[in-house]
């Protein structure tokens, strides 16, 4: 009997820490997702008095994909790493900077980093990239793909250079300082925040795609990818 209570007693107790934990992940979930929109409402006040373009229905998607963007101080940076003696390509991932936000209209997008490191050389094989931001309290992502370009104005990329970054760099004049252009040919979403959620039975998101006249140029056009439901 006495062994009973205690089993009785033990079993109580797991169901009392596991509902505990259940009570307590739920709150802080409510509690994150609460702080994060009033974090978001502070940037869509101000962006959704902005003009990205004269398509109303893009124009409300692009002003979520800069809220979602806007919110980010970092982002995961895709890339393909080439090994050409064992003729094979991988994708990788990093954390970057995203300090730097996309101008009106979303043409492109600034990134830096350090010559030396290994994201440097695969984008010298291969300028094709992926930047994604996410927000997680809202159900949502961002992703920008294009290429990225070397910035050849030295000058403006000095301008460019963070002040915290002379902890690994000699700074802005630094031989190992690099800033990018990423330009922005396709921008993917989803955002339960925003109203775009992606609930379609072949689980696709949204897609806007450049119009490719504006490819380089400092006002980007962009077109909704009309994709089969």
């Keep these: 009997l006495s062994l009973m209570k205690n089993l009785s007693s033990k079993h ?10 259940l009570l307590s992940s739920a709150l802080y979930a409510a509690y994150s997702y609460i702080l994060s929109q009033k974090s978001l409402d502070k940037i869509y006040k101000t962006i959704s008095k902005k003009k990205y373009s004269s398509n109303a229905k893009v ?5 979520a994909c800069a809220c979602i963007i806007e919110q980010n101080d ?3 940076l895709g ?19 995203s300090r730097w936000k996309p101008p ?8 830096g980093t350090n010559k030396a490191s290994r ?3 695969q984008i010298q094989q291969n300028n094709n990239v992926v930047l994604t931001m996410g927000d997680h309290a809202g159900a949502g992502y961002v992703s920008l793909y294009g290429e990225l370009t070397e910035m050849q104005d030295k000058q403006k990329a000095r301008s460019l250079f963070p002040p915290m970054w002379r902890i690994f760099l000699n700074g802005p004049n630094d031989e190992r300082f690099v800033m990018f252009t990423l330009y922005i040919e396709t921008i993917e979403f989803v955002s339960h925040r925003f109203h775009f959620d992606s609930l379609r039975d072949d689980w696709k998101p949204f897609v806007l795609e450049r119009v490719k006249d504006t490819l380089y140029q400092e006002i980007a056009e962009w077109k909704l990818q009309e994709t089969e439901a």
């Design 12 to 21: 109580a107790l797991c169901i009392g820490l596991g509902g505990g934990l």
């Design 59 to 63: 124009n409300e998607m692009l002003q």
């Design 74 to 76: 970092y982002a995961y």
């Design 79 to 97: 890339s393909i790493r080439s090994d050409t003696a064992a003729d094979k390509q991988q994708p990788c991932c990093r954390l970057v900077d």
């Design 104 to 111: 009106l209209t979303m043409p492109y997008m600034y990134i």
């Design 119 to 121: 994201k440097y050389t």
